[in-house]
């Protein structure tokens, strides 16, 4: 019986520890992977959570396309989780794959791409206030940059 | 000399025919700053006195000099901006600004400067706002002797002195306190920032992004989440500046991203995490500086190329230099190492072998940073020793063959 405890409680430890979690961004203290800058704004900043667990925080979302695209073929297969700080609730991360990109001057994103992540084009519509203003997709944004 | 007075007297009627002076005090006819903004014309004068005035974003749209007697205080009690300058040649001198609204969407700040040329912002203290002076879409502005104090909020505070697309712009003799930037530059070209305290910021005490062609000199920067932070800049000159204090995980004293054509001279590095921290650099000098008591006095990354590394003082660093690859095609020569154990029998004061900055242990931690536990312990000083005679591991290309045998007098 005891050896089924700690078999029971080994093979607890090892499903624990092979769970993959997207971590919340720590404001003010976690650096940009990709530009080394302070994480500071809650409404903007993503995290890339490999196929093995490994985690990768950014300020914004450029910063992980950028980061993407300058390891092409190491971050995102399909088994890799990339997720952006959806504007509209700020602290909150979505799917970045699904998400809308809303690229418009009035948002000071901190590597001046302009961009502000949805999690519907609807909301992203709704956010535009310049007229060049213009919404992505994902893949749009990554082949785009 | 009797053809110069009537000339000087001319002169004096015209100043007086020019500008008449308006005074602002509670309880007269005249009551509040925007009052007397209706009542001017260009080239008067506005005297404020001292007292507590409601300003729900003043907006001054004239050419005129506004000065404060006595520290006046403007209060947006924090539902808007404070004041914002869309006129040119405006001097605004002695306020204290307070309490101007936080929020996510809009930068709202103190003082706004936008779309002017040769605008005065001088003696101002700022207190409790969001962002402190912001300076857009302007030329020629001169920010002087003011102090600004954030709201001490991580997550609610904008920079101390924002710019954002200007050009020949004066920061001189400011004090930046509790931020998140103190002095912030996006876009900004032919710059001078000079003899400002940046203190207590939660990201930095001076940042640059995308800014070409400026100069900062005789600034301190203390105990900030990073002293300064040049990104993605060309053509930065570095001198004569105070790092002290920066310390933390990721912390550096200067970190350089994507920084070319730059010079970084005389200027000192006490106590920070990381004195320096270079990646993607490419021909920045680093000459006659003072590291002292430092973590890692400089850290260079292997895709960092043409750097030079000259006349620097090393003292009392546990790592002097440190890399994550071969670094190829940057020098170091002349520096003092206090670290160096060469001889110099010729006597010219030059060391006689070379001096290897990267030591072996400082490439262990580099592949193992737990190994940082056996910091100080007599296996390691054995490897360095060994290391030092026989070199095998820590990478070729990086060496000083001019150690100095005495410290520069930087």
Redesign the interface.
């Known amino acids: 019986m005891k050896t089924l405890n700690i078999s029971a409680l080994f093979v607890s430890v090892l499903l624990v520890s092979c769970s993959r979690e997207p971590v919340p961004l720590s404001?003010?203290k976690d650096?940009c992977e990709h530009?080394?800058?302070?994480i500071?704004d809650?409404?903007y900043g993503a995290e890339i959570v490999t196929a093995k667990g490994k985690i990768f925080k950014f300020d914004a979302a450029e910063c992980m396309v950028d980061f993407i695209n300058d390891n092409p073929g190491k971050y995102n297969a399909p088994g890799d989780m990339l997720l952006t700080t959806n504007v509209a609730a700020?602290e909150t991360l979505i799917d970045a794959r699904s998400a809308f990109f809303l690229k418009d001057k009035?948002f000071?994103s901190p590597?001046?791409g302009n961009l502000a992540s949805f999690n519907s084009r609807q909301l992203a519509e709704n956010n535009l206030q310049n007229a060049d203003g213009t919404i992505l997709t994902w893949d749009e944004l990554l082949s785009g940059r | 000399m009797k053809n110069l007075v009537p000339i000087f007297l001319i002169l004096l009627f015209n100043g007086a025919a020019i500008g008449k002076t308006i005074v602002v005090k509670p309880g007269t006819a005249v009551p509040s700053l925007k009052k007397a903004l209706e009542l001017a014309t260009n080239g008067d004068t506005i005297v404020v006195k001292k007292g507590t005035y409601i300003s729900h974003n003043t907006i001054v749209k004239k050419e005129i000099t506004i000065l404060g007697d006595g520290y006046p205080e403007l209060d947006a009690q924090f539902k808007e901006e404070v004041i914002t300058i869309r006129a040119n040649n405006v001097k605004f001198d002695g306020f204290t600004i307070k309490n101007s609204k936080t929020g996510a969407m809009r930068d709202y700040a103190g003082i706004r400067v936008h779309k002017a040329r040769n605008v005065t912002i001088s003696n101002n203290k700022l207190v409790n706002n969001f962002f402190g002076i912001y300076l857009s879409d302007s030329q020629w502005i001169r920010v002087l002797n003011n102090q600004t104090e954030g709201t001490w909020s991580p997550l609610e505070s904008g920079n101390g002195i924002h710019l954002w697309q200007c050009g020949n712009i004066t920061v001189k003799n400011n004090k930046a306190l509790g931020h998140r930037d103190g002095i912030y530059f996006e876009f900004v070209k032919n710059s001078t920032i000079e003899a400002n305290y940046s203190s207590g910021n939660f990201r930095y005490g001076l940042h640059f992004m995308f800014s070409d062609d400026d100069l900062y000199r005789r600034n301190t920067f203390k105990n900030n989440g990073s002293g300064v932070a040049v990104m993605y800049s060309k053509r930065i000159k570095m001198f004569d500046n105070l790092f002290v204090e920066n310390w933390g995980s990721s912390i550096y004293g200067l970190l350089l991203k994507d920084i070319s054509s730059s010079e970084i001279r005389n200027n000192r590095f006490i106590r920070n995490t990381t004195g320096i921290y270079m990646e993607g650099c490419d021909g920045v000098s680093v000459v006659e500086n003072n590291f002292n008591n430092n973590g890692w006095g400089i850290r260079v990354l292997a895709n960092s190329v043409n750097g030079t590394f000259t006349r620097n003082n090393f003292l009392a660093n546990s790592f002097d230099v440190t890399t994550n690859g071969s670094l190829n095609l940057n020098h170091f020569k002349n520096n003092y190492w206090d670290k160096y154990e060469g001889y110099d029998l010729n006597k010219d004061g030059i060391g006689d072998v070379p001096y290897r900055p990267i030591s072996l242990y400082a490439q262990i931690i580099e592949q193992i940073p737990q190994s940082v536990m056996l910091m100080r312990s007599f296996i390691v000083n054995l490897l360095d020793k060994v290391e030092r005679s026989i070199p095998s591991i820590t990478p070729e290309s990086v060496k000083d063959e001019h150690p100095r045998m005495k410290q520069w007098t930087n």
Do not use: E
């Open positions: 404001y003010g650096p530009c080394k800058m302070t500071m809650t409404k700020p009035a000071k590597m001046g």
